[in-house]
């Protein structure tokens, strides 16, 4: 059975993409730690990190530097925390969350958002890929 990133990958389901190519996929998590949680995931459905290929996993950092950088440009933040936990959903992905405070990178602390604050986020982070 199709994860649900895959189902996103796929146009299955929406989300608000802030960056995508022909191998990996960004967007925000819709239940953020903090305004601007992005998710970046490879669109070939892999359990654990860990699993890539060397050369896959190194162009996923690459991916996700990229998006933490027009991240950092768009969201007001001390930093952009980064985690890989993978425990939720058995397709590999790498947490970039905007920090101000540690309790943010706790997974415990949620952020409210609209939809429209969402869209409006997205394109914010779009504008600022290089």
Do not use: W
């Not at 903090?34 to 070939?44: E, F, I, N, Q, S």
């Not at 992905?93 to 415990?108: A, R």
């Not at 394109?123 to 890929?129: A, D, M, S, V, Y």
């Amino acid at each position: 059975m199709a994860s649900i990133f895959t189902k996103i990958i796929n146009g299955e389901i929406p989300c608000y993409k802030v960056a995508e190519d022909e191998n990996f996929i960004a967007f925000l998590d819709i239940n953020p730690n903090a305004k601007g949680h992005t998710l970046c995931v490879p669109k070939l459905e892999i359990n654990k990190v860990f699993d890539m290929t060397e050369d896959h996993y190194l162009q996923l950092m690459q991916f996700t530097r990229r998006v933490a950088i027009a991240l950092e440009k768009t969201v007001r933040c001390k930093r952009i925390g980064v985690s890989v936990i993978g425990l939720e959903v058995p397709h590999v992905h790498v947490h970039l969350i905007p920090l101000n405070d540690m309790k943010e990178m706790t997974f415990s602390h949620k952020a409210s958002m609209t939809s429209e604050a969402f869209s409006r986020l997205a394109e914010k982070i779009q504008r600022n890929l290089n």
